[in-house]
């Protein structure tokens, strides 16, 4: 059972926040990225069990990253978190390989659902 994850976000206070509720959980943290292009760097060095992805970022958008992870491992577990719940947006987010979408501001227990359903 998997429990290593890339934590991708352009605000530290949301990495940090996520950082905590994982550890806390027993979820091993094995990276963090500031924005799209930096999770797809660190996705393809660190293999990461699952990625949470935010949307809204600089240099490379989360849909984008999603696309050129999930071309690099068809397999990737990826759960978008992001303040951005527009319908469209979230149908983007699936579409392009997301398992699941969770919306700023978060609670700990739903961000605990969504990874156990997507990796245990």
């Given at each position: 059972?998997?429990?290593?994850?890339?934590?991708?976000?352009?605000?530290?206070?949301?990495?940090?926040?996520?950082?905590?509720?994982?550890?806390?959980?027993?979820?091993?943290?094995?990276?963090?990225?500031?924005?799209?292009?930096?999770?797809?760097?660190?996705?393809?060095?660190?293999?990461?069990?699952?990625?949470?992805?935010?949307?809204?970022?600089?240099?490379?958008d989360g849909?984008?990253?999603?696309?050129?992870?999930?071309?690099?491992?068809?397999?990737?577990?990826?759960?978008?978190?992001?303040?951005?719940?527009?319908?469209?947006?979230?149908?983007?987010?699936?579409?392009?390989?997301?398992?699941?979408?969770?919306?700023?501001?978060?609670?700990?227990?739903?961000?605990?659902?969504a990874v156990?359903?997507?990796?245990?």
């Amino acid at each position: 059972m998997g429990r290593q994850v890339l934590i991708t976000d352009d605000t530290a206070f949301m990495r940090m926040t996520l950082r905590n509720i994982l550890e806390k959980n027993g979820y091993e943290v094995v990276g963090e990225a500031e924005d799209g292009q930096v999770s797809v760097d660190k996705y393809k060095e660190l293999r990461p069990d699952l990625v949470t992805m935010d949307i809204t970022m600089p240099n490379m958008d989360g849909i984008t990253a999603i696309k050129k992870i999930m071309e690099t491992d068809p397999g990737a577990k990826i759960v978008v978190c992001s303040a951005m719940g527009q319908k469209a947006l979230v149908i983007e987010a699936l579409n392009a390989g997301a398992r699941d979408f969770i919306v700023k501001p978060f609670q700990a227990d739903r961000i605990i659902n969504a990874v156990q359903k997507v990796i245990g």
